[in-house]
């Protein structure tokens, strides 16, 4: 089974590997001041993400982000809510993002190299 690891770009204290992919949207909501629950109409799934930070009034229109990738017209739900979730693999949301527990592995070690000089 895939885990992943979730993080805010900067901020290393924020990081948290070895979740699911559905505890790791939960945490990349959680660190993105954000919401969700999930909606069926007809045969489209989709994902309400709702922003609940406070927001200067100008931005109050930003409060519920849309995306075409919080949508699925897959009729098994499960499946269209997996597809839903692995979507934020390609963008992440406010900043925080969703990797792949081994791909993580390699960057930090790729980093780590660089900053010793021990890269080719």
């Not at 990349?28 to 309400?48: D, F, L, P, R, V």
């Not at 100008?58 to 269209?80: E, F, G, H, Q, V």
Request: proline residues 2%; positive net charge; glycine residues 4%.
């Amino acid at each position: 089974m895939t885990t992943y690891t979730v993080f805010r770009f900067f901020s290393v204290e924020a990081e948290r590997s070895g979740l699911s992919l559905e505890n790791a949207v939960d945490e990349m909501m959680k660190q993105a001041a954000c919401t969700y629950s999930w909606q069926h109409e007809g045969i489209e799934t989709h994902m309400i993400v709702r922003y609940i930070a406070s927001l200067p009034d100008a931005y109050a229109c930003a409060r519920s982000i849309k995306s075409p990738y919080l949508r699925s017209t897959n009729p098994d739900r499960t499946a269209a809510k997996n597809e839903i979730m692995r979507g934020f693999l390609r963008t992440g949301l406010l900043g925080v993002r969703i990797i792949a527990d081994d791909r993580a592995q390699r960057i930090r070690h790729e980093v780590k190299d660089i900053l010793m000089g021990s890269a080719a």
